[in-house]
């Protein structure tokens, strides 16, 4: 068992009752109990992902909350957190509702929704950020759009300040991307396509820790990636600022030379950097610059990736293959077995405020059983999402989640 | 690997070009000049093939050259013009190219306004696919021509200073250019004003500069781009009459270049933008060579893809 909150690494039993954690010992009897064998295994707080797009209402094509979180099940999710950019936009309580109804009826994972920082993901005037405190968000952002104007996002800092939502940054300035598809670097000069510069990532995350330091409150970065961003992060952070922050294993696991062949499966935004950031990313999550592992799964439709690189929609799929991308940073030693479940359960449980990511009794029993050595291979035809947009289609894993446990009950089991 | 047959299946960059292609296209380039020149241009060599020219974005210089290049060798060619993103028109572009597919083409002649679009056309066709220009990427067809015409008049590519002047950043012809002289042992500067010189540019360079006069200073070829006013739009510079003032060629630049200095132009040149009039009608100027020559290189490519015997997948 790994617990982060408490600091346990050690064989234990874990007794569930009622969809509670019940005991946690050494050795528990219990006769009637069905009995899950983990040995050789590890077992966690179920894992979060709080940067995901089901993608319903809106674009059901794509994805919807029952594929989606079908799909954090098999990757060992027992919570997700959904991005506002669904159509219509959640900006609004009866949108939160509906989400939150789909979830409850169809979901197989705990669905916390993020509602939109301003009407429309337009950034112009703020959303019902009261009335969607009260239908259940856990956190505000514009995510798919960067909040340009600085006074918006102060007065979003503000307002969000009251009911304690976070605010999560897409830090991308538009003027600075322009039209960039990839990283401007060497493999964007080569290949002749335009370039997004790290600096469109920095000057918002300079601006934004700015913003957050002037109005105390909190602001969390989603999917940094770039060395740049970490730095400034770190600085942040030792400054007292409310400041947290997640990375996409894409982010540390690729560099813009998966893009060498165009394939659309590495266009993402923001865009895979060079190995000087993969490598600070990796620092960020070890030193605790970085807070979270959260994947921005962002499925599309198959024809909406089959076209020319500069028509390929930005985003590719992650749920189903973060947990074995982190694990290899356990491999490598860049992280203990602890810090990974830490940055996977506990740490984005706390940045979007709710009571998960631990094992203690009476916590809510979500589970994760993972196997850190199962082989298996990346076959996205399988995928229980509907979303086939991956760049790691083929690759050989090793480790996976064996078992999903939500609410006291398997919601997954690995079959080979 | 046959001697008739290019070293790969397509030519979508000219890092598909080996230096023993180069010469082989060189040879065949010549000879297909000298058909140019009969009274009947026309050899049988693609009798009975079909070639497509799939082109989605306007272009009827380069377009018609690829065109009169098939007719001479005898092949049947079609022109499909599908302006902007097949998306956006509601088919889409593998609906349209499986269509194609059906209708067994020999081979593919593409432009794209989009840098890739041949790599993934090929992973829908079984024919080879010619780029005849992809987005911002390459321009092979483009860059052999240049090469033929620069060996016309210097004989050879060993230790030429060539310079390559202007919007860098978008061009096509610099991209393709840059790939295959550094093979060739050739010397490249690229030169033009500093927002439209791509980051890390001099990994693909010898040199880069600013400056018009360094750029022309002892150079054996100067090679011109034309500045397109879209970019004005772009905000890289302020206007057509600092970028002229800057950047133009004029015969007085032409006088730090290196003895016997050819002047070449993809085309089309802007009079009076990038290139001076007294410089494009001048003595220096081998503008109007390059579009004949163009014709010549397009048959080559073609007979060595098609025609040249045993095709071979590398």
Redo the contacts between chains.
């Keep these: 068992m790994i617990d982060p909150a408490s600091g346990v690494d050690a064989v234990r039993d874990v007794l569930i009752d009622g969809g509670e954690i019940s005991i946690i010992e050494k050795n528990i009897q219990a006769e009637s109990a069905k009995v899950i064998d983990a040995k050789g295994k590890w077992v966690t707080p179920g894992l979060l992902d709080i940067h995901v797009h089901l993608r319903e209402p809106g674009y059901e094509y794509k994805e919807t909350i029952e594929t989606g979180t079908h799909s954090a099940a098999a990757g060992g999710f027992t919570s997700v957190a959904c991005m506002a950019n669904t159509s219509p936009v959640n900006d609004c309580a009866s949108v939160t509702d509906y989400i939150k109804g789909v979830a409850k009826s169809k979901g197989m994972v705990n669905v916390f929704p993020i509602g939109a920082v301003t009407h429309g993901l337009k950034g112009e005037s703020l959303a019902d950020i009261a009335e969607m405190a009260e239908a259940g968000v856990v956190a505000l952002s514009d995510d798919g759009h960067c909040v340009m104007n600085p006074s918006t996002l102060r007065a979003a800092l503000e307002y969000a300040g009251m009911f304690g939502l976070p605010v999560i940054e897409h830090a991308e300035d538009t003027h600075l991307k322009?039209n960039g598809v990839m990283n401007?670097?060497?493999v964007?000069?080569?290949?002749?396509?335009?370039?997004n510069?790290r600096i469109a990532e920095e000057t918002i995350i300079a601006r934004d820790v700015l913003l957050a330091e002037y109005t105390g409150q909190h602001i969390h970065f989603a999917h940094v990636s770039t060395a740049g961003s970490v730095e400034i992060i770190r600085q942040a952070k030792a400054h007292g600022v409310k400041v947290t922050a997640e990375a996409a294993p894409h982010h540390f696991t690729l560099t813009d030379e998966a893009v060498r062949?165009?394939d659309t499966n590495a266009k993402m935004a923001p865009p895979l950097r060079e190995k000087g950031d993969v490598d600070a990313i990796k620092q960020g999550l070890a030193d605790g610059a970085i807070d979270c592992i959260a994947s921005d799964h962002a499925p599309h439709g198959i024809?909406e990736k089959?076209?020319?690189?500069?028509?390929a929609l930005f985003g590719i799929v992650g749920l189903e293959t973060a947990l074995p991308l982190s694990l290899n940073l356990v491999r490598e030693g860049v992280l203990t077995p602890m810090r990974l479940i830490e940055t996977m359960s506990l740490n984005p449980a706390r940045v979007i405020g709710v009571k998960r990511g631990t094992l203690e009794p009476g916590a809510v029993a979500d589970v994760t059983i993972i196997d850190p050595d199962a082989e298996w291979t990346v076959e996205p035809s399988r995928f229980k999402s509907k979303g086939r947009n991956t760049p790691f289609a083929g690759w050989k894993m090793k480790g996976r989640a064996v078992v999903t446990i939500v609410k006291g009950k398997v919601v997954y089991e690995f079959e080979g | 690997m046959t001697d008739k047959s290019l070293s790969r299946r397509r030519l979508v960059s000219m890092s598909d070009v080996s230096v023993e292609d180069v010469q082989k296209i060189m040879t065949a380039t010549s000879a297909m000049k000298e058909v140019s020149e009969r009274d009947i241009k026309k050899i049988p060599v693609l009798r009975g093939k079909t070639v497509i020219n799939l082109f989605m974005e306007p272009s009827t210089r380069t377009r018609t050259s690829f065109e009169i290049a098939g007719k001479r060798l005898s092949a049947d060619v079609v022109n499909i013009s599908a302006s902007g993103?097949s998306?956006s028109k509601g088919e889409?572009?593998?609906d349209m190219v499986n269509n194609l597919t059906a209708m067994k083409p020999d081979l593919i002649v593409l432009r794209?306004p989009?840098?890739?679009?041949p790599?993934?056309v090929s992973k829908w066709i079984a024919c080879p696919v010619v780029n005849a220009g992809?987005?911002?990427?390459?321009h092979p067809s483009q860059s052999l021509l240049d090469l033929f015409t620069i060996l016309e008049a210097k004989k050879s590519f060993d230790k030429l200073n060539i310079s390559i002047i202007g919007d860098i950043l978008n061009s096509?012809v610099a991209?393709s250019n840059m790939l295959i002289m550094r093979k060739l042992g050739i010397n490249i500067t690229v030169c033009g004003p500093a927002t439209l010189l791509?980051?890390?540019?001099e990994?693909?360079a010898d040199r880069v500069t600013t400056s018009l006069k360094e750029a022309v200073t002892g150079a054996d070829v100067v090679m011109m781009l034309r500045i397109q006013s879209e970019r004005l739009n772009?905000k890289k510079f302020p206007n057509l009459r600092e970028y002229s003032k800057l950047y133009c060629l004029t015969s007085d630049t032409l006088k730090h270049a290196a003895k016997g200095v050819i002047v070449m132009h993809p085309g089309p040149i802007n009079r009076g933008v990038e290139i001076s009039p007294e410089v494009a009608d001048g003595p220096w100027s081998v503008i109007l060579d390059q579009v004949t020559n163009g014709v010549a290189v397009r048959m080559a490519i073609l007979y060595l893809l098609l025609g040249g015997g045993l095709q071979e997948t590398n």
Excluded: C, W
């Design positions: 322009q401007e670097g060497l964007s000069t080569e290949l002749g396509l335009a370039g510069p062949k165009y024809a089959e076209v020319e690189f500069d028509n | 993103s998306v889409s572009l593998k794209s989009f840098s890739g679009a790599y993934i992809d987005g911002r990427h390459e096509r991209r791509p980051k890390y540019i990994n693909m772009e």
